[in-house]
T-cell receptor
Framework: GESVGLHLPTLSVQEGDNSIINCAYS??????FIWYKQESGKGPQFIID?????DKRQGQRVTVLLNKTVKHLSLQIAATQPGDSAVYFC????????????FGPGTRLSVLP | DTGVSQDPRHKITKRGQNVTFRCDPISEHNRLYWYRQTLGQGPEFLTYFQNEAQLEKSRLLSDRFSAERPKGSFSTLEIQRTEQGDSAMYLC????????????FGEGSRLTVL
């Protein structure tokens, strides 16, 4: 079946460096994508989203890039901080509705002092 | 605060026992979702409600799983005759308005079946 996947299961970065977390998706009909952050013992927390009519969207210290040609999504975190240590999930859906969200297995980001 | 409260946060039970989880969204009459998350995996959709109506339940994992949302406010997820494979985090989520857009997740209820 169609799914959302990962390029790397774990990522370690030095504090202050930029982080890039990648995600591959296979459903060409998906038109809405979200990145979630999940800290240990907590529920997923919304970070940023992007629709398929865009290729870039920026938030506070985060940028999401969407490449529809190769079905690739990335999350860039600028000046990574210890509080950014968490598991990051990408999710895709074709119609915005929660029952149709497909989540990838996640990337664990570890920020080194 | 995502406006979703879940209880209990942790539940340890013996195989064969029944467990019930509760979800309280901040606002009524919107969509409410249940997801399951196993270790190292992303959330997996189980079921959802629009007000008190359960609109999708075919993806509940087995007939041991059931959910309710009486009066369109809080919701419960029950697992009967628990098995070790049921050990997971059970997440409740809501959406704003009539359901499109991002999911706001609660902190989850972690189930451990011994």
């Amino acid at each position: 079946g169609e799914s959302v996947g990962l390029h790397l299961p774990t990522l370690s970065v030095q504090e202050g460096d930029n982080s890039i977390i990648n995600c591959a998706y296979s459903n060409s009909a998906s038109d809405y994508f979200i990145w979630y952050k999940q800290e240990s013992g907590k529920g997923p927390q919304f970070i940023i989203d992007i629709r398929s009519n865009m290729d870039k969207r920026q938030g506070q210290r985060v940028t999401v890039l969407l490449n529809k040609t190769v079905k690739h999504l990335s999350l860039q975190i600028a000046a990574t901080q210890p509080g950014d240590s968490a598991v990051y999930f990408c999710a895709e859906t074709r119609d915005n509705y929660g029952q149709n969200f497909v989540f990838g297995p996640g990337t664990r980001l570890s920020v080194l002092p | 605060d995502t406006g979703v409260s879940q209880d209990p946060r942790h539940k340890i039970t013996k195989r064969g026992q029944n467990v019930t989880f509760r979800c309280d969204p901040i606002s009524e009459h919107n969509r409410l979702y249940w997801y399951r998350q196993t270790l190292g995996q992303g959330p997996e959709f189980l079921t959802y409600f629009q007000n008190e109506a359960q609109l999708e339940k075919s993806r509940l994992l087995s007939d041991r799983f059931s959910a309710e949302r009486p009066k369109g406010s809080f919701s419960t997820l029950e697992i009967q005759r628990t098995e070790q494979g049921d050990s997971a985090m059970y997440l409740c989520a809501r959406t704003e308005g009539q359901g499109a857009g991002e999911l706001f997740f609660g902190e989850g209820s972690r189930l451990t079946v011994l």
